[in-house]
């Protein structure tokens, strides 16, 4: 059964750091990885979507990379601002064989980024 | 492009009554739509999944006859609660899986229904 790790739980942070948001997953059959960000009582913005074939996508400050074979996948935010302040989820979609519609959810970290 | 609503965004509702949430797909047909609630400081947990004319398939531990799931038209499902108890309050929401994905299976997630049962 897949399962979705996210480390920290939690970040208090200064602005202007640089930061690496953990997720790793038990079950290397995926078929992409996802990024999310939520905000308190919204619902969920999709920010990086990694294809099981490759290695990392960007945009903007965001850098998601992904190793699919050990299971990892990590979120990088730089210089990092206010704004940024919210829930990060990670969620996989295992490959066909594992059910390839569901998307399976880390608990999120929770960041809070201060002037 | 790949815009999702949900109606209503919060509803309040007395205990044993029943409350319909709606999730349409506004700029695209979606082949399946996804139905998750999230409790407090917790992440989202897949209720069932709705493909348009067929029957929902519901996750372990979900009752079938209380979460009623209809998705009528390739760009609408419903939710519907029925008879509710507090301990269905919660935030639920709902997302789209494109027609014509192009082999991404990128789903599309609507802003969120916050339920309240007194």
């Known amino acids: 059964k897949q399962e979705v790790t996210q480390i920290p739980a939690a970040l208090s942070v200064p602005e202007g750091e640089n930061l690496v948001l953990n997720c790793s997953f038990t079950d290397s059959a995926i078929y992409n990885l996802q990024w999310f960000r939520q905000d308190p009582g919204k619902g969920l913005t999709s920010l990086l979507l990694i294809q099981s074939s490759q290695r990392e996508q960007t945009s903007g400050r965001l850098n998601a990379s992904l190793d699919k074979s050990s299971g990892r996948s990590t979120l990088y935010i730089a210089a990092s601002q206010p704004g940024d302040s919210a829930t990060y989820l990670c969620?996989?979609?295992?490959?066909?064989?594992?059910?390839?519609?569901?998307?399976?959810f880390g608990a999120g970290t929770r960041l809070a980024v201060h002037p | 492009g790949a815009v999702v609503s949900q109606h209503p965004s919060r509803v309040i509702c007395k205990s044993g009554t029943s409350v319909k949430i709606e999730c349409r797909s506004l700029d695209f047909q979606a082949t399946t739509m996804f139905w998750y609630r999230q409790f407090p400081k917790q992440s989202l947990m897949l209720m069932a999944t709705s493909n348009e004319g067929s029957k929902a398939t519901y996750e372990q531990g979900v009752e079938k006859d209380k979460f009623l799931i209809n998705h009528a038209s390739l760009t609408l499902s419903t939710l519907t609660v029925t008879s509710a108890h507090p301990e269905d309050s919660s935030f639920y929401i709902c997302?789209?899986?494109?027609?014509?994905?192009?082999?991404?299976?990128?789903?599309?997630f609507g802003p969120g229904t916050r339920l309240t049962v007194t």
């Open positions: 997302s789209a899986l494109p027609y014509a994905s192009g082999g991404r299976y990128e789903q599309y």
């Open positions: 969620a996989v979609t295992p490959d066909f064989s594992g059910g390839y519609n569901k998307l399976i």
